[in-house]
């Protein structure tokens, strides 16, 4: 038996370039899944290093299905903050939906760090759900 942990990581380049750059990195665990996505510096070529250069715990959330995520495809999944400012909820729901459209446990850790902050919140969270809809079709495959 292999014991290594499936990781992928991605670079999305900026779709303006007022905005930043992100990375992307799915920890595949026994049941669940382990979501970073935050803005970055860093080229393509070197975006396994993002992760290390960002903040882990800057908002930090826990989406779990439920069963009536199964009945209804507009039921809200369980969904808690680990870490963060109570006044950014983007993790949470973040892993809200995708613990309902994934349909496991999911945490997700997001940090648009100081150059996410100054871009309008309308484009950060243009390009997020963007980044989700890509997280859904690696997951789900």
Known sequence: MNGAI???TEYFPPSDPALPAFA???IKLVDSYMIWV???DVQAEEVDR???QGNLCKNWAYGLPTKMNCVS???DAIG???FGSADSDTALSMAQRLGRRIGKPVFVSVDIGERGGYVGG???RRELGRIEREIV???LG
Do not use: D
């Open 6 to 8: 499936p990781i992928h």
């Open 24 to 26: 992307l990195q799915i």
């Open 38 to 40: 935050g803005t970055t």
């Open 50 to 52: 993002a992760m290390g």
């Open 73 to 75: 495809a507009g039921a």
């Open 80 to 82: 808690t903050s680990l």
């Open 122 to 124: 309308v484009e950060v």
């Open 137 to 139: 079709k690696r997951v």
